[in-house]
């Protein structure tokens, strides 16, 4: 078992294939999406709303570095620029991603969610343990589980506290979708701390900086153990349809957000020969990386 800070660098270390909340995500909505996310590593344009997530990010975790009294609110809007070209600087992608003319604008609107975080979190008050925290933990059963935790926080009691930040608005109509995903993925966190540290996680929160607001969530061991169970059961799927290569299509209402409908046959398109299933894969989450909200 094992609890890392993650490297952020192109030349992160490669290792055995892993479950990660983004991944699991994509395989209960698509698994043939599992497979050219994951597998195929098809190439994949990033959103506007993607970066600007990302950015925001970058920016609240060097805010994180610095001493509690620097935290204040013209510091983290400082912090926009230097984020972005350092995001530019390790993935170059990302500026033709963004065309010039809307850059400004997402920067801008990268320090408006800054703004509103602090209507949310005062950060000079308390420090957390770990910003953008890599864990990594192999279960009873050999699923490996690994990702990037935003914050985790831990109380002089010793009790913990999970957070993320969510940087999108879903609408109205797909608010519960999203919430559910964001939620699954903060279950994820609480299994792999519960299993790493030992200690059932107090509380999950969500941060939705768009709009101001603040979801807790405090889990029960009995349900974390179930959803451990889930997760297995997913591994133990992705494996198989690794095993023939049988990754099949899902269609659904997200298709209509998916980058890889030439790809699919049920849009007519062809899947590039399977490759076989990998015995080691980039040790990064997509999720330290670019920061994407679950879609809707």
Request: aromatic share 8%; with cysteine.
């Amino acid at each position: 078992m094992s609890e890392q800070t993650g490297p952020t660098g192109p030349d992160r270390p490669v290792s055995r294939p892993a479950l990660s909340p983004s991944r699991a995500s994509d395989f209960k909505q698509c698994p043939l999406l599992y497979r050219f996310r994951a597998i195929d590593r098809l190439p994949e344009p990033s959103s506007p709303a993607q970066v600007r997530g990302s950015v925001v990010h970058a920016a609240l975790e060097r805010l994180y570095a610095l001493p509690a009294a620097q935290r204040l609110p013209q510091t983290a809007m400082s912090l926009v620029a230097p984020a972005w070209e350092r995001m530019v600087t390790e993935q170059p992608s990302l500026a033709d991603d963004v065309p010039p003319a809307l850059q400004t604008e997402m920067l801008d609107q990268a320090r408006t969610l800054l703004s509103g975080y602090y209507r949310l979190e005062d950060p000079t008050r308390f420090d957390p343990q770990g910003c953008e925290q890599r864990v990594e933990v192999e279960l009873a059963d050999g699923t490996l589980l690994r990702g990037f935790v935003d914050r985790i926080d831990v109380a002089p009691t010793g009790e913990l506290r999970v957070v993320d930040y969510k940087t999108g608005k879903a609408p109205a109509a797909a608010r519960a979708l999203a919430e559910f995903k964001a939620m699954f993925q903060m279950k994820f966190y609480a299994v792999a701390l519960l299993r790493s540290r030992g200690v059932l996680p107090a509380r999950l929160r969500l941060l939705y900086l768009a709009d101001s607001q603040v979801l807790d969530y405090t889990p029960a061991l009995d349900e974390l153990e179930r959803f451990e169970k889930t997760l297995m059961a997913i591994w133990r799927a992705i494996q198989s349809a690794g095993a023939t290569g049988d990754f099949r299509p899902q269609p659904s209402r997200l298709c209509d957000w998916c980058a890889h409908r030439v790809h699919c046959p049920v849009f007519g398109g062809t899947p590039p020969p399977y490759p076989g299933w990998p015995e080691t894969l980039d040790d990064g989450d997509p999720d330290a990386v670019l920061h994407s909200e679950p879609a809707a």
